[in-house]
């Protein structure tokens, strides 16, 4: 019974590079939310997926950031011209549609931007 | 909105001792509450949640949180603070927004 999954667990690139990151919802689960984690501060919601539907973004920066989940294969949170203020720890979880107060987290993608 | 409220950054307690971590919270309509714990370099680990029902919850490795609607707060409480507590903990909440809201995380350190 696989949690949440993330991949790559790090993940090192220098500016201007892409990044990508990976996120497998738990079985059965519908819904992928994106937080991000700033050293030394909690966690700040960025983006809400059900697959091939956006539902929230609000938290996402307006440039370089993007996130999908395909109707097939994980949640993809992509970085452009990735910038040192990018580097983080990247947090996925994943609900049922209807349970989006019981969000199950993965172990995180820590990105160092070099 | 919603907003958390977590004021102390540090926590200190000897091993033995009982143990406080504060959270309080501003939503709109009915709150979800919950506490995680985080372990260097390491994701977050759930430990409870307040949906509903009786104000105390018990959780995970001990712990326990007490909703009080007057006071808008859900502090973690253990009777007893063992050395391997010592950890990054963050209270989240859910109102009507779909995401969670988290707190800027309270350091636990419990010394022997």
């Known amino acids: 019974n696989a949690g949440v999954m993330q991949n790559p667990r790090h993940l090192v690139r220098r500016r201007g590079q892409e990044a990508r990151l990976r996120c497998s919802p738990m079985?059965?689960?519908?819904?992928v939310y994106w937080y991000r984690q700033l050293p030394e501060e909690g966690l700040k919601f960025m983006v809400y997926?059900?697959?091939?539907?956006?539902?929230?973004e609000s938290g996402m920066p307006k440039e370089r950031f993007s996130a999908e989940f395909p109707k097939e294969g994980p949640s993809i949170l992509r970085i452009q011209q990735v910038v040192r203020g990018d580097s983080a720890a990247y947090f996925c979880?994943?609900?049922?549609?209807?349970?989006?107060?019981?969000?199950?987290f993965g172990p995180g993608t820590r990105l160092t931007v070099t | 909105a919603q907003s958390v409220a977590q004021p102390e950054d540090q926590v200190n307690v000897a091993e033995g001792n009982p143990l406080t971590v504060k959270c309080t919270y501003s939503?709109?309509?009915?709150?979800?509450l919950f506490w995680y714990v985080q372990y260097p370099n390491r994701g977050l680990q759930f430990l409870l949640k307040?949906?509903?029902?009786?104000?105390l919850v018990k959780g995970s490795y001990g712990f326990e949180a007490e909703f009080n609607k007057s006071q808008t707060s859900f502090h973690l409480k253990k009777p007893s603070a063992l050395v391997s507590d010592s950890a990054l903990y963050f209270c989240?909440?859910?109102?009507?927004?779909?995401?969670?809201?988290f707190g800027s995380g309270t350091q636990l350190t419990v010394l022997p």
């Open positions: 997926l059900q697959k091939e539907n956006i539902i929230d």
């Open positions: 989240a909440v859910k109102g009507s927004a779909r995401q969670l809201t």
């Open positions: 979880a994943s609900s049922f549609r209807d349970r989006e107060y019981e969000q199950y």
């Open positions: 079985k059965g689960h519908s819904h």
């Open positions: 307040y949906i509903t029902g009786d104000n």
């Open positions: 939503v709109s309509g009915n709150p979800y």
